[in-house]
């Protein structure tokens, strides 16, 4: 399955808001595993606000990481290995193992995030691969195909 055609088929909602959130800083892809870069975005969001699951997953972290709360959720039907998105840093209001549905709240913006403001720092993975959260959103630039494409 194309990831694009995996990205068409979830119904997904923003994390934080409505409204759709002030991006505060968008994604930069590392060069490398180790190279600088931003592996994910930064949404405007202040303490308390509420982190609601985009789209139907299971929660498969709920924890610290580092000194901050975190909460991984794994996005079903998405490929092998599947989708995984982050939020950091938050206070998880759902245990590891909790399956959710699109708009569940999972977690509380924590204040502590490394935004000059309160912020939610969202990701995106494919196994060990970042990619970018945004394309859940269909906010990325759009890349137009050939008709009859897969």
């Not at 490398?32 to 931003?38: F, L, Q, R, S």
């Not at 139907?56 to 794994?74: D, I, K, M, N, S």
């Not at 998880?92 to 959710?100: A, C, E, I, S, Y």
Request: proline fraction near 17%; include cysteine.
């Amino acid at each position: 399955m194309r990831l694009t055609t995996v990205f068409l088929a979830l119904a997904l909602l923003w994390p934080v808001g409505p409204p759709p959130p002030e991006i505060l800083r968008g994604w930069q892809p590392p060069a490398g595993p180790y190279a600088a870069g931003h592996r994910g975005v930064d949404l405007a969001a202040p303490p308390g606000s509420p982190v609601r699951a985009p789209a139907a997953g299971t929660v498969t972290f709920a924890g610290p990481v580092g000194g901050r709360g975190v909460v991984t959720l794994t996005l079903p039907g998405t490929g092998a290995p599947p989708l995984r998105t982050t939020f950091s840093p938050v206070t998880p209001l759902v245990p590891r193992g909790t399956r959710v549905s699109p708009g569940t709240p999972v977690a509380r913006v924590a204040e502590g995030s490394h935004c000059p403001v309160s912020c939610l720092h969202w990701g995106l993975l494919r196994g060990e691969e970042y990619l970018n959260p945004l394309l859940l959103t269909r906010r990325a630039p759009s890349r137009l195909l050939p008709l009859g494409a897969p």
